[in-house]
Structure formats: structure tokens, C-alpha cells
């Protein structure tokens, strides 16, 4: 069966950094675009960042654009989000999630699997 997990949460200062991994399994990782969503306490997930399948290019929002870079390495069946310059904007629980067919990599609505999240807390 389809398995996302993530990894890497963790209380980060403003400015610093984390990186966040998601191992995919259950499925043909590089047939797929995948992305990062954010959920904040009492709003909706958001997108954050896509990557197509094989790597050739990547969509962010722009809240985290020039900050944030994702990633995969197909060998390996691992999505990742290196966050820098973090924010206390940006905490949320983070999920990665597996798009469906060929549908919009920026709407949740077209994600067909996602892990359980992974906490981010941005604070001094």
C-alpha cells in the first residue's frame, strides 16, 4: 500500500534552518510529481512546494520562494524540503502528498495520498 512518512520537524530559531524528508513507498516514486502542503492551527493546508517527477522543475508559493528548495532523489524513493531563513510565519504542521495523474500540482484537492505530517515550530 502507499506509504508517505515524514521527518524532520523540529523547533528551529527565526533564520535558521531544517530539513524535512518524506521516504515514499507502496508505489513507483518517480512516475509521480509530489509536493509539500503546511497547515497552520485553525487554517486550511496550502501548498507550498511541487517538483515533477524527475526533478525538472519546481513550484513554490510565494511566501516561501527564494527560502525554501525542493528536492527528490528517486534511487532513494525520498522527497525533501530544505527550509532556510525559517520564520515564525512558518509554522505548521507540514505534509508531503503524492499528485494524482497529471492534475494541478498548487491544489490539495488533486493529491490522492499524504503522510501524517510533520511538526515545524519556528520561535526564539
Known amino acids: 500500500q502507499v506509504q508517505l512518512v515524514e521527518s524532520g520537524g523540529g523547533l528551529a530559531q527565526p533564520g535558521g534552518s531544517l530539513r524535512l524528508s518524506c521516504a515514499a513507498s507502496?508505489?513507483?516514486?518517480?512516475?509521480?510529481?509530489m509536493g509539500w502542503f503546511r497547515q497552520a492551527p485553525e487554517k486550511e493546508r496550502e501548498f507550498v512546494a511541487g517538483v515533477i517527477w524527475n526533478g525538472g522543475r519546481t513550484y513554490y508559493a510565494d511566501s516561501v520562494k527564494g527560502r525554501f528548495t525542493i528536492s527528490r532523489d528517486n534511487a532513494k524513493n525520498t522527497l525533501y524540503l530544505q527550509m532556510n531563513s525559517l520564520k515564525p510565519e512558518d509554522t505548521a504542521l507540514y505534509y508531503c502528498?503524492?499528485?494524482?495523474?497529471?492534475?494541478?500540482?498548487?491544489?490539495?484537492?488533486?493529491?490522492?495520498?499524504w503522510g501524517q505530517g510533520t511538526q515545524v515550530t519556528v520561535s526564539t
Open positions: 502528498g503524492r499528485r494524482r495523474g497529471f492534475g494541478d500540482i498548487v491544489r490539495k484537492g488533486d493529491y490522492d495520498y
Open positions: 507502496g508505489f513507483t516514486f518517480s512516475n509521480y510529481a
